[in-house]
T-cell receptor, first 117, second 115 residues
Framework: AQSVTQLDSHVSVSEGTPVLLRCNYSSSYSPSLFWYVQHPNKGLQLLLK??????LVKGINGFEAEFKKSETSFHLTKPSAHMSDAAEYFC???????????????FGKGTKLSVKP | DTGVSQNPRHKITKRGQNVTFRCDPISEHNRLYWYRQTLGQGPEFLTYFQNEAQLEKSRLLSDRFSAERPKGSFSTLEIQRTEQGDSAMYLCASSARDRGPRGYTFGSGTRLTVV
């Protein structure tokens, strides 16, 4: 069964400093992995996705993530935080195609990112 | 097309009442998903439709929950005899069949508060 662990429930950085949000996954099959952002009282917006192409994935708003199979990780990074990045971030894995749930996502519990001025 | 639309945005109801939420997906998307997000947690899968067929239901979808997608367009999620534990954000997403979660678009959600 697939699962996702977000290692930090809360990360605080200063504006202009790098961001690292950690995500580890468990999957019996070659996974598709996703990062979503959620601003207060809003829905989820896709930041980026890994679907077995390039292991370094670039997303919107300067975010990127690297798929590391040996470490079962898919950490999200950004070189320089902006105040508008303050939000909750969710890592997710898809079990699509493995005989399990077709097309649903399994989410981590989220990491709240705070950005200090 | 303005994306996935969910109504109402907020709903406050008394315990024991029935509530119904609506989701209008992106028109060319034939898959529609419902998720529930409780405070401090990530979204959890409830059910999904391909066209009008409900193909999978999570064990989270108790007997008090029912979802429909007549004619394969909009979908409704009904909760009967609401309980305080039903308080959550209910999210809808749609995608094209050949994209699955790689092509998800989420709506803004319906926040349910049961008092």
């Amino acid at each position: 069964a697939q699962s996702v662990t977000q290692l930090d429930s809360h990360v605080s950085v200063s504006e202009g400093t790098p961001v690292l949000l950690r995500c580890n996954y468990s999957s019996s099959y070659s996974p598709s992995l996703f990062w979503y952002v959620q601003h207060p009282n809003k829905g989820l917006q896709l930041l980026l996705k890994y679907t077995s192409a390039a292991t370094l994935v670039k997303g919107i708003n300067g975010f990127e993530a690297e798929f590391k199979k040996s470490e079962t990780s898919f950490h999200l990074t950004k070189p320089s935080a902006h105040m508008s990045d303050a939000a909750e971030y969710f890592c997710a894995v898809s079990g699509e195609g493995n005989g399990g749930s077709q097309g649903n996502l399994i989410f981590g519990k989220g990491t709240k990112l705070s950005v200090k001025p | 097309d303005t994306g996935v639309s969910q109504n109402p945005r907020h709903k406050i109801t008394k315990r024991g009442q029935n509530v119904t939420f609506r989701c209008d997906p992106i028109s060319e998307h034939n898959r529609l998903y419902w998720y529930r997000q409780t405070l401090g947690q990530g979204p959890e899968f409830l059910t999904y439709f391909q066209n009008e067929a409900q193909l999978e239901k999570s064990r989270l979808l108790s007997d008090r929950f029912s979802a429909e997608r007549p004619k394969g367009s909009f979908s409704t999620l009904e909760i009967q005899r609401t309980e305080q534990g039903d308080s959550a954000m209910y999210l809808c997403a749609s995608s094209a069949r050949d994209r699955g979660p790689r092509g998800y678009t989420f709506g803004s959600g319906t926040r349910l508060t049961v008092v």
